[in-house]
């Protein structure tokens, strides 16, 4: 399936990234890592996660965010926030 990103999805990676790049070193690399990889399974397999109010969720194993999608077809998901859990819950809900 192809993925495509929300455009506001940038930022809020880059704004997590500048937070762990504060931090231990390395901790903003592995981050990402994480980020791609349960991106790649959301490719893979994109109703494996619940979906609620037409949005999936898959929760990172590491850190404490969340990537919020939408399956838009049978060919197209899109990525609409990266959320961290402090974060009210409608945080982004209105992205499409």
Same mark, same amino acid.
């Given at each position: 399936?192809? /993925? $495509?990103?929300? &455009?506001?999805?940038?930022?809020? *990676?880059?704004?997590? $990234?500048?937070? =762990?790049? $504060?931090? &231990?070193?390395?901790?903003?690399?592995?981050?990402?890592?994480? /980020? *791609?990889?349960?991106?790649?399974?959301?490719?893979?397999? &994109?109703? *494996? =996660?619940? $979906?609620?109010?037409?949005?999936?969720?898959?929760?990172?194993?590491?850190?404490?965010?969340?990537?919020? =999608?939408? /399956? *838009?077809?049978?060919?197209?998901?899109?990525?609409?926030?990266?959320?961290?859990?402090?974060?009210?819950?409608?945080?982004?809900?209105?992205?499409?």
């Amino acid at each position: 399936m192809k /993925v $495509e990103f929300h &455009p506001s999805t940038v930022d809020d *990676l880059q704004s997590a $990234e500048i937070h =762990y790049n $504060e931090l &231990p070193s390395g901790l903003s690399l592995a981050f990402r890592s994480e /980020v *791609l990889h349960i991106i790649e399974q959301i490719r893979e397999n &994109p109703f *494996l =996660y619940a $979906e609620i109010n037409g949005m999936r969720r898959a929760l990172l194993r590491r850190f404490p965010f969340s990537i919020v =999608y939408r /399956v *838009l077809d049978q060919e197209t998901i899109r990525i609409l926030l990266i959320r961290h859990h402090k974060r009210h819950p409608t945080f982004g809900s209105g992205r499409r």
